[in-house]
């Protein structure tokens, strides 16, 4: 049986390459890696040579006779400039003509000489002679044409990114000694003046302030030109969600005395917007949700906004104002109000809280796909609540500080970038408060690209609190559980935690969580995953006991909203439990 079917798959194979047999193949031999490559993309047979699955043998003679000369070009950018070539012809008894090259690479060239110099006004800047110092290719090294017209393009970007929009080569050339396999280069780059900034004018959006709009903008009126910098600030009015059009012209031919004048054409979008979104999520049930905001209140630019979340599990409604700062554009004052009702099994809270907030920008020169805000603020937050077997009242005015900074390759669906927040905040009976304590808070997130369209992504979060009085007087909005969509997968919301006498959940002083898990893209937005979540919250440290979850998961990106499904078992637990959680989301 074995063999009758051994022999059936070998009769299967054999018809299906006897089908796929093409009429040329061309075997390259003595050569690998990039320059195969390349000599193979040079051997590619002419449009003519094989007609309806036959050979035309004088077009075959004709490629035959060009191929060394052929194979030759293709091996100069590599630094072999005195290859061997012979090739020849064969029909096999399939009739398959086979055109044989055999290259002898030869004495690979190297550099012996590097000469690379500046001149012009710009002969002083220091990054510039930063890049003729380290100037990629050095004595010794061997030829690559591609590496040194990369190096070219390099050096040009960053006479352009000075403002020295002329650049030019007066000298750039590449002597070759065959006979000796040596090369010789030499460049000299001629700056030209440098450009920068000249008047800045503003077209199409009168009910904006021109201090307000300024504030997008990453250059002004005598700074060095710079077109990153004009891209900056194109993405800032973007950002904004203000503007449906932004145009940022800056014509050269204009300039006066190196001096260019810029043009911003902008189309507002409607200030004032009604949205209304849902969505369900594992930890809150179904959302509804509705927002309303006016971004361009009393014409000034500044930002009223009110929003209404509804839920099973949680209820909210909070209004705010923001200031924006006209010194840049992520700086900004902003001023809530919020009253909110969570009922969970773990407990039930209501609250009504204040919150001022001082934000500043403090990554100083601008740089896309990075971020780094501090804010300080103050929140004043009264809270009832009944948690395990106990009603009581909480009135707290929390000063705190904030940091925090994201990195991202792309805005939309990044690749590769990571985010942190660390948060301190406290209390003392002094500033009107019942009760006494000092919390840290921080969360982190990184995500990496890995080969075959899989990426890592890990997530970690921590919390402290010092604390004078009983852990009693402590209102749950401050303090820690674990479990649920964004903790550890395979428990319920905020389920865990230590517990009362009774065995309900009743939070902990301190929080320890942590995640990892590996993505797969499959298409534009679909993507499978597996993940592994660990942590819990707790009181003592010789005490900590951090829960295991696990599992697979399927995610949905699209312009229209999102889904989130995983399902999800702890693990190393005596009798696991199996959960799933899902999130899709609509609107907002």
């Known amino acids: ?152 393009g ?34 000299v780059l001629d700056t030209g003046s440098q450009f920068r900034f000249g008047e800045i004018t503003f077209g199409g959006a009168p009910e904006y302030p021109e201090s307000f709009l300024r504030r997008h903008l990453e250059f002004q009126s005598g700074g060095i030109f710079s077109y990153k910098k004009m891209n900056l600030s194109s993405i800032n009015f973007a950002r904004s969600d203000r503007f449906a059009e932004v145009y940022i012209n800056a014509d050269k031919a204009l300039a006066r005395d190196f001096f260019v004048p810029v043009k911003i054409t902008l189309k507002p979008s409607d200030p004032k917007r009604f949205r209304v979104g849902g969505g369900y999520q594992t930890d809150y049930g179904p959302i509804f949700s509705s927002k309303y905001q006016d971004v361009n209140f009393l014409y000034r630019g500044h930002e009223v906004n009110a929003e209404l979340n509804v839920s099973p599990r949680l209820q909210g409604l ?126 982190g997130k990184m995500l990496f690209p890995l080969p075959y369209r899989f990426s890592l992504s890990m997530r970690g979060q921590f919390g402290t609190t010092l604390q004078g009085d009983s852990f009693e007087s402590l209102p749950p909005s401050v303090r820690f559980f674990a479990g649920g969509d964004n903790s550890v997968r395979g428990y319920d919301y905020k389920s865990l935690g230590p517990r009362d006498d009774q065995g309900n959940v009743v939070g902990g002083k301190h929080l320890l969580v942590g995640s990892v898990e590996i993505e797969k893209a499959i298409g534009k937005v679909f993507g499978l995953a597996a993940f592994y979540d660990v942590g819990n919250a707790f009181d003592n440290v010789n005490e900590m006991n951090l829960q295991q979850g696990a599992g697979i998961g399927i995610r949905l990106y699209a312009p229209f909203g999102y889904l989130r499904f995983d399902f999800a078992r702890q693990l190393n637990v005596r009798d696991p439990d199996y959960r799933i959680h899902f999130a899709v989301g609509i609107g907002l």
């Open 318 to 443: 909070g209004v705010g104002y923001t200031w924006p700062a006209t010194t840049d554009f992520l700086s900004k004052t902003s001023l809530s109000l919020k009253g909110q009702h969570e009922n969970i099994p773990s407990y039930d809270s209501r609250t009504i809280s204040s919150l001022i907030e001082y934000t500043r920008n403090l990554l100083g020169a601008p740089v896309f796909g990075r971020e780094r805000l501090g804010s300080g603020y103050l929140q004043l937050q009264g809270e009832s609540y009944t948690i395990g077997e106990e009603d009581s009242r909480s009135w707290l005015v929390m000063p705190g500080v904030r940091f925090s900074e994201r990195h991202y390759d792309d805005l939309v669906r990044p690749r590769r970038a990571f985010n942190y927040s660390l948060d301190l905040r406290g209390t003392h009976r002094a500033l009107g408060s019942d009760t006494e304590f000092l919390q840290f808070t921080g969360y």
């Open 1 to 152: 049986m074995l063999r009758v079917l051994f022999g059936f798959i070998f009769c299967i194979l054999t018809v299906s390459s006897l089908m796929a047999a093409e009429p040329l193949q061309i075997v390259i031999e003595g050569l690998e890696g990039d320059v195969l490559e390349n000599v193979e993309t040079a051997l590619v047979p002419p449009t003519g040579l094989v007609r309806e699955d036959k050979v035309e043998v004088p077009w075959l003679e004709r490629f035959e006779r060009e191929a060394p000369e052929r194979v030759r070009q293709a091996m100069e950018p590599f630094g072999y400039y005195s290859p061997q070539v012979e090739t020849s012809v064969e029909v096999t008894e399939e009739g398959t003509y086979v055109m044989k090259v055999n290259v002898d690479p030869g004495q690979r060239v190297h550099i012996a000489e590097v000469h690379v110099k500046i001149q012009g006004p710009g002969i002083n800047e220091p990054a510039l002679n930063a890049f003729v110092t380290g100037f990629p290719l050095k004595v010794g090294d061997p030829l690559l044409h591609t590496k040194y017209e990369e190096a070219k």
């Open 154 to 187: 390099a050096f040009l970007g960053r006479c352009v990114d000075l403002g020295y929009l002329d650049a030019a080569f007066s000298v750039h050339e590449i002597r070759v000694s065959k006979a000796k396999a040596r090369a010789s280069l030499a460049l």
